[in-house]
Nanobody, 119 residues
């Protein structure tokens, strides 16, 4: 059974940084894309970034390119999202996801972690 557990959310001032973690378990993820999504109140869930587990190729939404960095630690089976230069509009619940067929993975989801950026 696949489990994705996010952590690292919190309250931060605009311009600050946070690092989210996603601990993955339940299968071998070597052929999976791992991704981060976010959902702000009253808005649809949007894709933020992805990484291919084996090759390390990374992909970003335009809204976060240059500010966010997705990475992985194979030994810990963990994916990270380093978020710098945070803006109030980055406030959302952030979800970790995994999938095999697309670089926007949607097969498995974590429970989410709240990120709040104050102005």
């Amino acid at each position: 059974q696949v489990q994705l557990v996010e952590s690292g959310g919190g309250l931060v001032q605009a311009g600050g940084s946070l690092r989210l973690s996603c601990a993955a378990s339940g299968r071998t993820f070597s052929t999976y894309f791992m991704g981060w999504f976010r959902q702000a109140p009253g808005k649809e869930r949007e894709w933020v970034a992805s990484i291919y587990w084996s090759g390390g190729y990374t992909y970003y939404a335009d809204s976060v390119k240059g500010r966010f960095t997705i990475s992985k630690d194979v030994a810990k089976n963990t994916v990270y999202l380093q978020m710098n230069s945070l803006k109030p509009e980055d406030t959302a619940v952030y979800y970790c996801a995994a999938g095999r067929s697309s670089r926007v993975p949607t097969d498995y989801w974590g429970q989410g972690t709240q990120v709040t950026v104050s102005s």
